[in-house]
């Protein structure tokens, strides 16, 4: 199985301020169709997961452009251009080149 | 609006069974894979097993495998887990969950973009 990595895994962040998150995976998540299969969900306060960034760098639908995700191979980065105090929540990588599909262990952002 | 609604969920003995469903609505269910995701409480997300658009290939978290079985039926829009030989371990907040990326022509289960709120199953004796 591959194993997903965060860091940190708590994050205070100050509103107006940047952030990064930091994804190693155990081995590459890079496909043969040049795609890597690396996924970005916030979980806010008492709701469901929503996907922010798929395929290693692609905002979702609806997502703000603060939110980027970048990387390549095992190392993947979620950057929060200027954070925003709606921005708390868990934030979890996850792989989805091979099964069992799995996810990091979650980065905790909260406001300082 | 996309919509998926989970039910089924309740308190089990351990060894006894459930059957989760989930009910889509919004959107061309036919076209998406679909999966079951996890989550105990105050815990990480935890996959559990996905379906392709047409049913014919499945896939299974490890720690469910043989004992959980995942099937849809595309002509009423509809998602099932059924859930044998329960552990306690099993106990958690199930979440049906569409794979965006997942369409008939792209298999892997990525871009999990439309997600129920839930429902809840408790194994405890």
């Known amino acids: 199985d591959i194993v997903m990595t965060q860091s940190p895994l708590s994050l205070p962040v100050t509103p107006g301020e940047p952030a990064s998150i930091s994804c190693r995976s155990s081995q590459s998540l890079l496909d043969r169709n040049g795609y890597h299969y690396l996924d970005w969900y916030l979980q806010k306060p008492g709701q469901s997961p929503q996907v922010l960034i798929y395929l290693g760098s692609y905002r979702a639908s609806g997502v703000p452009d603060r939110f980027s995700g970048s990387g390549s191979g095992t190392d993947f980065t979620l950057k929060i251009s200027r954070v925003e105090a709606e921005d708390v929540g868990i934030y979890y990588c996850?792989?989805?080149?091979?099964?069992?599909?799995?996810f990091g262990p979650g980065t905790k952002v909260d406001i300082k | 609006e996309e919509q998926l609604v989970e039910s089924g969920g309740g308190v089990v003995r351990p060894g006894g069974s459930l059957r989760l469903s989930c009910a889509a609505s919004?959107?061309?269910?036919?076209?998406?894979?679909m999966t079951w995701v996890r989550q105990v409480a105050g815990k990480g997300l935890e996959w559990v097993s996905g379906i392709n658009s047409h049913g014919g290939n499945t896939e299974y978290a490890d720690s469910v495998k043989g004992r959980f079985s995942i099937s849809r039926d595309n002509a009423k829009n509809s998602l099932f887990l059924q859930m044998n030989s329960l552990r306690d371990e099993d106990t958690a907040l199930y979440y049906c969950v569409r794979a965006g990326g997942s369409t008939v022509t792209t298999p892997r289960f990525y871009d999990m973009d439309v997600w129920g709120k839930g429902t809840t199953v408790t194994v405890t004796s």
């Open positions: 996850m792989q989805a080149l091979q099964t069992p599909i799995t």
């Open positions: 919004g959107f061309n269910f036919d076209g998406y894979g």
